[in-house]
């Protein structure tokens, strides 16, 4: 057990500084499509650099549950014999997808077109969060989905439908929901194509190709067409730059501290976060810049110094919005005030993010206002730390700990065991980087 780690969570010490050189695990939003992709392939993929996490692990045990053999489940060198495109059989059991809020979306669309019946639930946090976003179009195109919680909100009982493609005008920018609907047009009758307000993530169009399947890139969009076959692929997936954003984030508070992050996904759909630490102030260079499974990969290289606040909103905001939490803590040791808009989203996910990360940052002595689509952070030097609550958000929690690098006192977080759905052995490497 690491040090830091006590009964109720976790205890960090103040005044910690980051420095050296480390690798994070393997991206997130890539595991969870390439155990799906994989699983529909007809052949032996094999994966490299696979999160082991509980969220990508648990869309993995659920392809497997629909007739996927896999070998090395729950590390980071995955073998998977995928069933062909329409090779789903019905599970036998529901399709438990713990915290997993990508994992349910996009497994809903893969299997809204397929002969199987199934039943996709998870826990109490993840049946709280609506669907009625990826229930609207996946309906449209003939899904029969019930779901059995109230507002549109799992467990969803999926029965076998032939669906036909749509053109379909997203009201929002979400990458969930343009995957979703992609994903059950592989499977659908016709083109399938996603229209959205701005641009959202785009691993699903970039994995797609490396599985043999064609992608129309859009203006606003994407599009597919039903009824391509899916051929494997050896895959490795770039570190995850959302987990290297809590550590970027350290060394830039550090000042004159060097830390460089080896292999990261530098996706511009997700470079956001660094775009927001140039713009305070840090030091960011992208060296042994390389392409990896259609993905661009760098080694990030931070150099820490006074950091001065901005404005974060419109499209940087949709570019930056899995990293608020971790932005938020930059900007309370940012001279100044730092003001975030245009992220109400974050009120949907495993806690209400913009209240979690307010409440949060008070309690240790941040100055903050909420707003209905965001907050205003007024900047400090240090503070002093104490007693604070993930309310079980895996990046509430590691933001968190973060702020313990610019706290005089110790920072006790309570409900930690979260951070495991994303990021396991986050506490060992942040004490690693600490010395």
Same mark, same amino acid.
């Given at each position: 057990?690491? %040090?830091?780690?006590?009964?109720? !969570?976790?205890?960090?010490?103040?005044?910690?500084?980051?420095?050296?050189?480390?690798? /994070?695990?393997?991206?997130?939003?890539?595991?969870?499509?390439?155990?799906?992709?994989?699983?529909?392939?007809?052949? *032996?993929?094999?994966?490299?650099?696979?999160?082991?996490?509980?969220?990508?692990?648990?869309?993995?045990?659920?392809?497997?549950?629909? !007739?996927?053999?896999?070998?090395?489940?729950?590390?980071?060198?995955?073998?998977?014999?995928?069933?062909?495109?329409?090779?789903?059989? #019905?599970?036998?059991?529901?399709? =438990?997808?713990?915290?997993?809020?990508?994992?349910?979306?996009?497994? #809903?669309? &893969?299997?809204?077109?397929?002969?199987?019946?199934? %039943?996709?639930?998870?826990?109490?946090?993840?049946?709280?969060?609506?669907?009625?976003?990826?229930?609207?179009?996946?309906?449209?195109?003939?899904?029969?989905?019930?779901?059995?919680?109230?507002?549109?909100?799992?467990?969803?009982?999926?029965?076998?439908?032939?669906?036909?493609?749509?053109?379909?005008?997203?009201?929002?920018?979400?990458?969930? /929901?343009?995957? @979703? /609907?992609?994903? +059950?047009?592989?499977?659908?009758?016709? *083109?399938?194509?996603?229209?959205?307000?701005?641009? %959202?993530?785009?691993?699903?169009?970039?994995?797609?190709?490396?599985?043999?399947?064609?992608?129309?890139?859009?203006?606003?969009?994407?599009?597919?067409?039903?009824?391509?076959?899916? #051929?494997?692929?050896?895959?490795?997936?770039?570190?995850?730059?959302? %987990?290297?954003?809590?550590?970027?984030?350290?060394?830039?508070?550090?000042?004159?501290?060097?830390?460089?992050?080896?292999?990261?996904?530098?996706?511009?759909?997700?470079?956001?976060?660094?775009?927001?630490? *140039?713009?305070?102030?840090?030091?960011?260079?992208? &060296? +042994?810049?390389?392409?990896?499974?259609?993905?661009?990969?760098?080694?990030?290289?931070?150099? !820490?110094?006074?950091?001065?606040?901005?404005?974060?909103?419109?499209?940087?905001?949709?570019?930056?919005?899995?990293?608020?939490?971790?932005? +938020?803590?930059?900007? @309370?040791?940012?001279?100044? =005030?730092?003001?975030?808009?245009?992220?109400?989203?974050?009120?949907?996910?495993?806690?209400?993010?913009?209240?979690?990360?307010?409440?949060?940052?008070?309690?240790?002595?941040?100055?903050?206002?909420?707003?209905?689509?965001?907050?205003?952070?007024?900047?400090?030097?240090?503070?002093?730390?104490?007693?604070?609550?993930?309310? !079980?958000?895996?990046? /509430?929690?590691?933001?968190?700990?973060?702020?313990?690098?610019?706290?005089?006192?110790?920072?006790?977080?309570?409900?930690?065991?979260?951070?495991?759905?994303?990021?396991?052995?986050?506490?060992?490497?942040?004490?690693?980087?600490?010395?």
């Amino acid at each position: 057990m690491n %040090s830091w780690q006590r009964d109720f !969570g976790w205890e960090i010490p103040g005044g910690r500084r980051v420095g050296g050189s480390l690798r /994070v695990p393997g991206d997130k939003s890539i595991s969870h499509r390439a155990a799906i992709l994989a699983s529909l392939a007809a052949g *032996r993929s094999h994966l490299h650099g696979f999160l082991t996490g509980e969220d990508t692990v648990n869309t993995a045990r659920a392809m497997a549950a629909l !007739g996927a053999r896999i070998t090395g489940l729950s590390t980071p060198e995955m073998e998977i014999e995928g069933v062909g495109a329409a090779g789903l059989t #019905t599970p036998r059991h529901d399709l =438990d997808m713990g915290n997993a809020g990508t994992g349910i979306r996009l497994l #809903t669309g &893969v299997v809204a077109g397929q002969q199987v019946a199934c %039943s996709l639930t998870g826990d109490a946090s993840l049946c709280s969060r609506p669907m009625g976003r990826i229930l609207k179009p996946l309906r449209a195109m003939g899904a029969r989905i019930e779901a059995e919680g109230a507002g549109d909100r799992a467990p969803l009982v999926v029965r076998p439908a032939g669906l036909t493609g749509i053109d379909y005008p997203s009201p929002i920018a979400s990458a969930q /929901v343009k995957s @979703c /609907v992609l994903l +059950a047009g592989l499977g659908a009758h016709g *083109r399938t194509a996603v229209h959205e307000p701005a641009p %959202s993530r785009d691993h699903t169009e970039r994995i797609l190709p490396a599985f043999g399947v064609g992608v129309e890139r859009l203006a606003d969009g994407a599009a597919i067409t039903g009824g391509q076959r899916l #051929t494997p692929c050896d895959l490795t997936i770039p570190g995850d730059l959302s %987990s290297a954003a809590f550590f970027l984030v350290a060394a830039a508070l550090s000042a004159g501290s060097t830390l460089t992050v080896v292999g990261v996904g530098v996706n511009p759909t997700r470079t956001g976060i660094l775009d927001c630490l *140039r713009a305070m102030g840090a030091r960011v260079e992208r &060296v +042994a810049e390389r392409q990896e499974g259609g993905e661009p990969v760098a080694d990030l290289v931070v150099t !820490g110094g006074d950091l001065t606040g901005i404005e974060i909103g419109g499209t940087l905001m949709v570019r930056a919005i899995d990293e608020f939490p971790i932005l +938020a803590v930059a900007a @309370c040791f940012a001279a100044g =005030d730092t003001t975030f808009r245009d992220a109400a989203e974050l009120r949907m996910k495993e806690s209400d993010r913009i209240r979690a990360m307010a409440a949060a940052l008070r309690a240790i002595g941040g100055e903050v206002e909420e707003l209905p689509d965001g907050m205003i952070v007024h900047g400090q030097p240090l503070l002093p730390g104490g007693q604070i609550d993930s309310h !079980g958000d895996h990046r /509430v929690a590691m933001a968190l700990a973060i702020a313990a690098c610019r706290c005089t006192g110790p920072l006790a977080i309570r409900d930690t065991a979260c951070v495991d759905t994303s990021f396991p052995g986050f506490l060992r490497l942040l004490a690693e980087a600490t010395g």
